[in-house]
């Protein structure tokens, strides 16, 4: 190495207009949440702010589930966590499959030695129930999972049908909500879910790092009675239980200042209400649709099953995804993503989530972007985005 002192100067990062996928903007509160006092990862007022995030964490899953709490990590961990508490080697699991994320659900069951079996369907449409029942009937799977908003392809998947589907089959019954909770409707306890995962990044709106998890006390049932340990220590809900509970058995160094920020991200959501707050999302999603479709764009997802919190856009022939993309967040600081695996550079993934879902981003996202189209040959008509988009936000 050289003997040679570098300087590093102070991080200073550029603001940016979140609107990927996730993350979303973070509310000034919460913002500040993340650079209160640091405090010991046993200290009782932690325990109390904890107590609190358990609390509102079952007001946005709407469920009374007992076990609920957060596992240290993103939504991967959610996931990670989610199928390794209640699938053993040998197990058999059913998973719905039409985008990316439900991949990789396939992906986590298969390295827990699951025997997996999928349903496929194509990218921009929803998992068939019909489709899912024949599979559950003939493997009589112990779980049988889906992911509600995929956000690969746009696609908010029905739940309820195939969950009843699913009971009636002895099932325990899986659904990954990263791109929902918060921000969709999400009735845990009316769908009868039984593993419910998130992240805190998207909806939600706080900073990536934890995962909310809400187990059934059938799902507790299933964990209690296993053959054997889960195969990773770090995500044991039965040892972070001891954590979240009154117990406060110590397991690992919390992220402390993460939990600050979930806990006052799902405080703003308390105060808001529910269905505020969905009211907010699906009408900022609407103005965007109008306006991308003013455009003269064409939208991927099946309009019957379209995302809220995420808009998938085919990207147009002859223009350049990464030119539009680079152009939106270097010269207006809008961030918005391209295409997964086959579809990338070939589709544009625009988040409406959280903080970011206000009516100002959206209006200033269709006229940068309509700029940016037009200098590439794309004939859009002028200001057709934005005036469709107000139109709707009124």
Request: proline fraction near 6%; charge should be negative.
């Amino acid at each position: 190495m050289s003997s040679e002192k570098r300087e590093y100067a102070p991080i200073n990062p550029p603001e940016r207009i979140l609107m990927a996928p996730g993350p979303c903007n973070l509310h000034p509160a919460v913002q500040r949440a993340a650079i209160a006092p640091l405090m010991g990862h046993m200290d009782p007022v932690l325990f109390q702010i904890m107590d609190d995030t358990v609390d509102l964490l079952r007001y946005a899953f709407q469920t009374e589930n007992g076990l609920t709490l957060v596992f240290p990590g993103t939504g991967g961990a959610g996931m990670s966590g989610s199928f390794m508490n209640v699938v053993e080697p040998g197990d058999r699991v059913v998973v719905g499959v039409g985008g990316v994320f439900a991949g990789r659900m396939v992906d986590v069951a298969s390295r827990l030695g699951a025997d997996v079996k999928v349903v496929e369907t194509p990218w921009g449409t929803a998992v068939d129930p019909e489709a899912m029942r024949q599979a559950i009937r003939q493997h009589q799977p112990k779980v049988v999972a889906v992911v509600h908003g995929e956000t690969s392809t746009g696609v908010e998947q029905p739940l309820a049908e195939i969950g009843q589907i699913a009971h009636e089959h002895g099932a325990l019954y899986l659904v990954d909500t990263v791109a929902t909770l918060g921000g969709v409707d999400v009735p845990v306890d009316k769908l009868d879910i039984d593993v419910c995962y998130s992240g805190s990044q998207k909806c939600l709106g706080a900073p990536p790092g934890l995962a909310p998890v809400t187990f059934s006390e059938r799902a507790v049932e299933v964990m209690r009675n296993r053959k054997t340990k889960t195969l990773d220590w770090y995500l044991d809900a039965s040892m972070l239980e001891k954590y979240w509970n009154k117990e406060r058995v110590y397991h690992h160094t919390a992220p402390v200042l993460m939990i600050y920020t979930l806990r006052e991200a799902l405080r703003i959501v308390y105060e808001e209400g529910l269905e505020a707050r969905f009211t907010r999302h699906r009408r900022c999603a609407e103005a965007l649709v109008a306006g991308l479709q003013a455009m003269g764009l064409k939208l991927f997802a099946d309009p019957a099953v379209r995302l809220v919190s995420v808009t998938s856009v085919v990207v147009p022939e002859g223009v350049d995804d990464g030119k539009v993309r680079a152009g939106l967040l270097n010269e207006y600081g809008i961030e918005i993503a391209g295409g997964l695996g086959a579809y990338r550079g070939k589709m544009w993934r625009i988040g409406v989530m959280g903080y970011s879902a206000q009516p100002k981003n959206i209006l200033l996202l269709l006229a940068a972007l309509e700029t940016m189209l037009r200098r590439q040959g794309f004939k859009v008509p002028d200001g057709a985005g934005v005036a469709a988009a107000e139109m709707v936000l009124g």
